[in-house]
């Protein structure tokens, strides 16, 4: 994990995170992705805002190698990984959650939290035993009160609220050593409240961790990033700052105009 001061120098070496480059994504005759170019510093933190088809989900798929792009290259912190598969692109840094939630219910949130540590994946168990002074359940417990669910520790995962679920998905992200995180619409079915406590969460992440987050709520998308990126029919349709996208009037004609969420 680089240091802050580590991260400076590879900005100003120019790092990229990611960068896209005429990334096209067809799904037959439909076109989901149409030559997007699209470059995030390493700790940006960017918006990715436009209705539902726009093509955002279809834009992580890419990113991660879920769903390969059908044309254009994909680069993470310098390194092209078009034709690498999603495990090699974790190993490089990259996480992402999910619209619908992959936990294991049965579990306590601790226990889920650390099988992540652990790097032990989904749908394969470990029959070892979570011990209090190994490294993997130390990081488990910071993390824990990172994602704010301290207060249920040892709950089964099935017994959270929805809520919680997010926030524990946070927690899956964080572990190991992710240097860009792609959360797709972690707001969505949130409460006021649980809105509320996401934004903190995001906001407290440490400076290295850059992130993408899809969401459908302005007001969370604008508070937690730097720079938005609007979708439109699979392209990019507008790049700006916060302010500039939330006072643009083409934005707000296509976007706030038309009862979208
Ligand atoms: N696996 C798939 N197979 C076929 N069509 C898909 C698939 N995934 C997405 N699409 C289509 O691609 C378009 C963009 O979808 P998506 O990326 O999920 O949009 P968003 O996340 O912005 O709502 C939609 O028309 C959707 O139906
Ligand atoms: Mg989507």
Not at 28 to 49: S, Y
Not at 154 to 173: F, K, N, Y
Not at 174 to 188: K, Q, S, T, V
Request: glycine content about 10%; some cysteine.
């Amino acid at each position: 994990m680089p240091s802050t001061s580590a991260l400076s120098r590879l900005q100003s070496a120019g790092l990229y995170a990611l960068e896209l480059e005429a990334v096209s994504r067809h799904f037959g005759a439909l076109v989901a992705l149409a030559d997007i170019n699209l470059t995030v510093k390493a700790g940006e933190r960017r918006a990715v805002l436009g209705s539902n088809g726009a093509g955002k989900t279809t834009l992580f798929n890419a990113i991660t190698g879920d769903f390969p792009p059908t044309t254009g290259r994909v680069r993470l912190f310098g390194e092209d990984v078009t034709d690498l598969p999603v495990h090699e692109r974790i190993r490089r840094g990259l996480r992402r959650t999910y619209q619908i939630s992959l936990l294991f219910g049965g579990l306590s949130v601790i226990d889920n939290i650390y099988l992540a540590c652990r790097g032990v994946s989904r749908g394969r168990f470990s029959l070892r035993r979570p011990r209090k002074d190994d490294s993997g359940m130390e990081a488990a417990e910071t993390l824990l009160s990172a994602v704010h669910l301290d207060n249920v520790r040892d709950t089964p995962v099935g017994d959270l609220s929805h809520g919680q679920q997010r926030q524990l998905e946070i927690a899956l992200a964080l572990a190991g050593a992710p240097r860009l995180i792609l959360f797709d619409e972690p707001a969505a079915g949130l409460s006021p409240t649980e809105r509320t406590e996401l934004v903190e969460i995001l906001q407290a992440l440490p400076d290295h961790i850059g992130f993408i987050i899809i969401e459908h709520d302005m007001d969370v998308a604008l508070r937690v990033s730097e720079s938005v990126t609007m979708m439109h029919n699979g392209r990019i349709f507008k790049e700006g700052t916060p302010e500039e996208i939330e006072n643009d009037p083409e934005v707000q004609e296509l976007y706030l105009g038309h009862g979208h969420g």
